[in-house]
């Protein structure tokens, strides 16, 4: 029995990783000239959107509550109470809800995504698509890309807003900082650019999701263990891709030396 040696896995994991992007390519090139299944992106927009929407508010309640904690008790040694809310507020916004929504998302989602197509892949339907001139990408890839594009944002959103009522409850019932100044603060603090800037990352994150999910499904081989192992690599793969491409976002968006909080 021949074994993996750790440089042939590396070697097996660069491949798809290319491959991943020229799906991503493919995806581009595809919605722009081909058809939609509206059937199948509003089945995937479920079991993204809603399906996913308990364990991402959860998420984003007690990350508020513990963010508070953290940095409520060192502003007010500082004297800076006012300014809980609205650290809170650029926090979930700019990084906390976007990343943390597209975690759970990269677990949730992109595992299930690996696991169906890889499955296909295994059995052969996907060769039974091909018998039936139907392309497995404008029939199984763009839905699901879809539905993390436009689900993932709506997801942060309400993230951002269930973290900032777990940061309120926190303030408010250990730190006693009034309910107006913890929202003031943040309405202050908080702008449009900010609530679009989460929604570009949310999108772009559900874009890396979505495309490395069924990239690791489409290259699936080896039965019931190749399922597997592509459902924990493309996890895994889609976490890198997210935190990577995270900095390239914020330096993209946030670099120079403007301050929201002294401004």
Not at 192 to 206: N, P, R, S, V
Not at 238 to 246: D, E, G, T, V
Request: charge should be neutral; include cysteine.
């Amino acid at each position: 029995m021949s074994e993996t040696t750790p440089s042939s896995s590396l070697g097996m994991w660069v491949q798809r990783l290319i491959e991943a992007i020229f799906l991503g390519g493919q995806v581009m090139l595809h919605l722009l000239t081909g058809k939609i299944h509206r059937r199948n992106t509003l089945d995937q927009m479920a079991a993204v959107g809603p399906e996913s929407l308990m364990i991402a508010l959860v998420t984003a309640g007690f990350v508020g509550a513990v963010f508070t904690i953290q940095v409520a008790r060192e502003f007010i040694n500082f004297g800076a109470t006012t300014a809980v809310g609205g650290v809170l507020a650029l926090a979930l916004t700019r990084e906390l809800a976007p990343v943390l929504t597209a975690v759970v998302l990269a677990g949730r989602v992109g595992s299930a995504f690996a696991a169906e197509i890889g499955t296909m892949r295994v059995t052969e339907q996907i060769d039974a698509l091909y018998m039936l001139k139907t392309d497995p990408i404008d029939y199984l890839v763009i839905p699901r890309v879809l539905a993390c594009c436009f689900m993932l944002p709506i997801l942060t959103i309400l993230a951002i807003i269930v973290g900032m009522a777990g940061g309120l409850l926190v303030a408010t019932n250990l730190y006693n900082i009034s309910e107006s100044v913890f929202l003031d603060s943040a309405r202050n603090l908080l702008g449009i650019w900010d609530l679009f800037t989460a929604a570009i990352k949310a999108a772009f994150f559900g874009i890396l999701i979505a495309v490395i999910g069924c990239s690791w499904g489409l290259t699936t081989t080896g039965g019931a263990k190749g399922v597997g192992q592509s459902t924990t690599t493309a996890v895994v793969t889609a976490l890198l891709a997210i935190f990577i491409s995270n900095f390239f976002l914020s330096w993209l968006m946030f670099q120079g030396t403007g301050s929201a909080v002294l401004s």
